[in-house]
């Protein structure tokens, strides 16, 4: 058994696979066809090589610096492995005054363990507001949610530095937001239904308010926002938020026809009204799930510590310097000579 | 106050001409065995003061520090790497010659600066917090100490393939020499052990994400995995010769340098600073 651990705590291996960790980061980072979570099976035979060496070197142990900076990385690689079981990504855009449906999520990873409380996450979009300097370069963005308990609803206004935690959940504003145009559709002989349709990313796409939607009658239109005055300020500083300004919507249908109304206006399309209520911003949030996180940061500061601490017992102020100034001074008239 | 361009240019100017004429008065000693101290390092410590007054100058103009550009980082990088090795050749006086190799490499980054775009780039509010303090001066000494490593680890090399040579001559402390090589190794890669957990922190506020694999954070982690396999390599092999490991940390210092002064302007990455 000790011979085996030996074997496996060997420094050879310890070169060997972190030789192999450096190609597969390479190929894995680059790479359409391999994924860099390949990184995990040297990262895996590094954590067995290293535990080995912890349990079987005795010189290894009586270093406390260089053993303080193992078990760190140590801690750090299984904190990051649990966080990928139980990890979740994904992104949302919110509708400002609808409250975030768990539904309207787009998932981009999950773990193989993740708890799933998503479902269970409820907050209500408030105001979104996005500062610009001049040449559209962004600063500071804020957005106000409610959430809570109904009954204990607390209002937070959360942006680039600060993001809500829901349930263990984060949600991180992002640059992507725009306008969306409230609509009520009026079907003949029907209840209304109130929706929203966003448009392209702004001011990204600002030349380009322009979207494709599908009406509930199955026609297919193509709606255009535009503002009666310009809402970006390229040549100064502005603030992007629900626009005060005048609107209208030109509504391209299928046969060609183009229609053009503003605030309160109704298209008469096959099977009912159109009516356009308003305009209002959208947001888009970046949602995650990794609650060890801040383990991790412990983790990776112990072995900073450790490190930095095997360096002084290793490299001691005295024994690094040498000698003294006078001792050089000496050798230098020797080198002269 | 606005602060004029043309104070900051003529201060990188003077700077760029310290370090040329301190390449220069240095030549001699690559034949000859007379070399001296005060002079490189006075001329150092004028680089560093120019360098100094230009970052402040710039700092004053734009109201935000450098760290944007390809200007910004090179402005940046000349001051930090020359106030480390003025540093280091202080406690150590022995690492003074170190500047052989170090100087003209100083000399070629502010050569590029000049040629570089100075227009200043506003720096996005997510950018502006403490952990990109750290991220960057763990960053800087990282490099700073690591370019003394390899300037030593080089002109032990250079010495033993000219042992005649009057710079192999002059070489008076050859043992501290050669721990100085390593041991600065070492302290380099405790600093960018903490750039890297600095910068995935930061990133985390600039981007919403702690790690997305962009060429600049893969190319440090391939830095940092080869500097922790150099240092494991040389307590691995104890008889391992003392030019291979002189070319390792040679090789090493290459890559990060590509790292920070290549790979982030290269590529359109986020790391690049999308707005």
């Not at chain 1, 980061?25 to 066809?33: C, E, F, K, N, Q």
């Not at chain 1, 239904?193 to 193509?222: C, E, M, N, R």
Request: proline share 5%; net charge positive; with cysteine.
């Amino acid at each position: 058994m000790m011979s085996l651990l030996r074997k496996l705590a060997s420094l050879r291996l310890t070169l060997v696979a972190m030789f192999v960790l450096l190609i597969l980061v390479l190929i894995g980072s680059r790479s359409t066809t391999v994924d860099v979570s390949v990184t995990a099976i040297p990262l895996a035979v590094l954590s067995m090589n290293l535990l080995a060496a912890i349990l079987a070197n005795h010189t290894f142990r009586r270093q406390t610096g260089l053993l303080v900076f193992h078990v760190g990385l140590l801690l750090l690689i299984t904190i990051i492995g649990l966080s990928v079981l139980i990890r979740f990504d994904g992104h949302v855009e919110v509708l400002q005054g609808a409250s975030f449906d768990p539904r309207d999520v787009e998932v981009t990873a999950v773990g193989w363990l993740h708890p799933g409380h998503l479902d269970e996450v409820r907050f209500k979009q408030g105001d979104v507001q996005v500062e610009y300097l001049a040449g559209l370069t962004r600063q500071s963005t804020r957005s106000t949610i409610q959430h809570g308990a109904t009954g204990a609803m607390r209002t937070q206004t959360i942006g680039d530095r600060q993001a809500a935690e829901i349930n263990g959940y984060r949600f991180i504003t992002t640059p992507n937001k725009g306008f969306a145009l409230l609509m009520r559709w009026e079907p003949a002989g029907a209840e209304p239904v109130y929706g929203a349709i966003h448009f392209p990313s702004f001011p990204q796409y600002d030349w380009k308010q322009v979207t494709d939607w599908v009406a509930p009658s199955g026609q297919h239109l193509q709606m255009e926002l535009n503002f009666a005055e310009p809402v970006s300020r390229p040549d100064r500083s502005w603030v992007l938020e629900r626009p005060q300004s005048a609107f209208s919507v030109n509504t391209q249908t299928s046969d060609g026809t183009t229609l053009v109304v503003g605030k309160g206006g109704a298209l008469a399309l096959e099977g009912g009204m159109l009516r356009v209520v308003d305009v209002q911003m959208w947001i888009a949030y970046r949602i995650d799930y990794y609650p060890l996180l801040p383990w991790a940061l412990v983790a990776a500061l112990l072995a900073i510590g450790g490190l930095a601490l095997h360096f002084r017992e290793r490299y001691p102020a005295r024994q690094g310097a040498g000698r003294t100034r006078k001792e050089e001074a000496a050798d230098a008239c020797i080198a002269r000579a | 106050m606005p602060v004029s361009p043309a104070l900051e240019q003529q201060l990188v100017l003077f700077g760029i001409a310290m370090l040329a004429v301190m390449t220069i008065v240095q030549l001699p000693a690559f034949t000859a065995r007379h070399r001296s101290f005060n002079l490189p390092a006075g001329l150092l410590s004028l680089v560093v003061l120019a360098f100094a007054a230009a970052i402040a100058v710039r700092w004053l103009r734009e109201s935000q520090g450098p760290f944007l550009t390809l200007y910004d980082i090179l402005l940046s990088n000349v001051f930090s790497l020359s106030a480390i090795s003025l540093f280091m050749i202080w406690r150590r006086r022995h690492l003074q010659m170190t500047l052989l190799l170090s100087g003209p490499l100083l000399f070629l980054l502010g050569v590029w600066l000049v040629n570089v775009p100075a227009q200043a780039v506003p720096l996005p509010a997510t950018f502006d917090n403490y952990w990109l303090w750290l991220h960057v001066v763990s960053g800087k000494i990282f490099l700073g100490v690591c370019l003394v490593s390899a300037s030593t680890a080089g002109l032990l090399l250079l010495a033993r393939g000219a042992p005649r040579s009057g710079l192999a001559a002059s070489f008076t402390a050859q043992t501290e020499m050669r721990t100085a090589v390593w041991s600065n190794l070492f302290l380099a890669f405790v600093f960018h052990s903490l750039m890297l957990l600095a910068g995935s922190v930061w990133a985390h506020s600039a981007w919403g994400r702690y790690w997305s694999w962009d060429p600049l954070e893969t190319w440090a982690l391939v830095t940092w995995i080869t500097l922790g396999g150099i240092l494991h390599a040389r307590a691995t092999f104890k008889d391992m010769p003392d030019s291979l490991g002189y070319w390792l940390v040679v090789g090493v210092f290459a890559l990060a340098f590509l790292s920070f002064f290549g790979v982030p302007f290269i590529s359109i990455a986020a790391h690049k600073g999308l707005i």
